[in-house]
């Protein structure tokens, strides 16, 4: 009993950083293994959803056990998460109004904010809890699990990957068996990672083919950026409050911009004066909104719109910003885009990674993709934290 007793306390500490990082790769397995709904059931509550959040779930609650026992001192980077306090503060009030507005409330609103909350709460814990040594090591094996999952998913040769990348076409999108909305955010966290740090070349480069391979444009856009910016001396740099404002302005601008030019009754006379399909690069996303307009839909809260859409038409509206536009208004966008920029301007480097992936949910969707945004917050975290490495 005795001898049982020492053994336990000896190796307590090393079991829970195995099993740490044991529970997160299986997280990684099981979500490339259930997004597509193999195991049947709807929504959130089929088998392959409750098996992911389940394990999630056993995720965080490792992470939350280790960090009030140890009571960790918070890293740096830590205080960046403070500040989304007051984005869901306000967000919370105006989806409220909102909803008491219409008399309607959707659980669809609950389940928004714990997309969003989740990635945040996991990948603080993860920062607090774990070494440099341990977030890299687990992010180079969570990169080749990934890739392994994402080459199952698409049932390719290696002959035919070679000929589908050589035969891309960014006019099309969906033209590609490559296409991939379920690895596409996950690949750019990894390419933003391991574009940042100087070692980790042959991660480098697989993560990079991996973004080229999901075929997404502003995603595949955005890691090629990284990967340069990651090379530049200036990736260092601290964002100022200036930048930040005009950073913010001019997102939210292009945001609104947007919005009014693929409206019903804009989009065919605003695409004749710049020359190309607006309807075309959105990939058809604009006839989702036009569905939209053709109802009585009034805003009742945070994920309104998809809870609206999803009892029609069985889609959601896939533009993000578009998205909060509806449901919380110019008001939202603005408290959105400025505070998640904000959490990122420790150095110009994390500053830009947001910044894609904020003019990404401009054009597409994936602000809820809360398995992708735990590697993306893991990784801007990190970056944030350890800018040399150990």
């Excluded at 955005?222 to 530049?232: Q, S």
């Excluded at 509806?326 to 420790?346: H, M, N, P, T």
């Amino acid at each position: 009993m005795l001898l049982k007793k020492i053994m336990t306390n000896i190796n307590r500490k090393k079991f829970l950083i195995n099993f740490q990082s044991l529970v997160f790769f299986i997280l990684i397995i099981i979500y490339g293994l259930t997004t597509k709904n193999v195991m049947g059931g709807s929504g959130i509550f089929s088998i392959d959803s409750i098996l992911k959040y389940g394990i999630l779930f056993i995720c965080i609650s490792v992470e939350g056990y280790i960090f009030l026992k140890n009571g960790n001192e918070k890293r740096e980077t830590s205080e960046n998460y403070n500040n989304f306090k007051f984005y869901f503060i306000i967000i919370t009030f105006l989806s409220l109004f909102a909803s008491f507005k219409q008399v309607h409330f959707s659980f669809r609103t609950v389940q928004s904010f714990i997309f969003i909350f989740i990635p945040m709460l996991y990948s603080y814990l993860i920062l607090n809890n774990w070494t440099f040594r341990q977030i890299n090591f687990s992010m180079k094996i969570a990169l080749f699990l990934s890739v392994i999952e994402y080459l199952f998913s698409i049932r390719m040769g290696f002959s035919q990957i070679i000929s589908s990348l050589a035969s891309i076409n960014y006019n099309n999108t969906n033209a590609s068996p490559l296409e991939s909305s379920t690895f596409a955010l996950l690949s750019l966290g990894f390419v933003a990672y391991f574009g940042y740090y100087k070692k980790n070349f042959l991660c480098k480069i697989v993560s990079l083919l991996f973004v080229i391979m999901t075929f997404k444009r502003v995603i595949t856009l955005g890691g090629c950026i990284l990967v340069i910016l990651g090379i530049l001396k200036i990736k260092n740099l601290r964002v100022n409050r200036f930048f930040l404002i005009v950073s913010t302005i001019t997102l939210v601008s292009f945001s609104l911009i947007y919005y009014y030019s693929i409206q019903p009754q804009n989009i065919l006379e605003i695409s004749e004066k710049i020359g190309f399909s607006i309807r075309d690069f959105s990939t058809n996303r604009t006839d989702r909104l036009a569905w939209l307009s053709m109802t009585d839909f009034k805003s009742y809260g945070l994920g309104s719109t998809t809870d609206f859409m999803y009892k029609l038409w069985g889609v959601d509206l896939e533009m993000d910003i578009v998205q909060l536009i509806l449901e919380v208004g110019a008001f939202g966008v603005i408290v959105f885009i400025y505070f998640y920029l904000r959490f990122s301007k420790s150095n110009l480097y994390a500053f830009s990674f947001m910044a894609l992936l904020l003019l990404n949910s401009i054009l597409s969707s994936g602000m809820m993709s809360t398995f992708s945004w735990i590697i993306i917050l893991i990784a801007m975290s990190t970056i944030m934290e350890y800018k040399e490495g150990m």
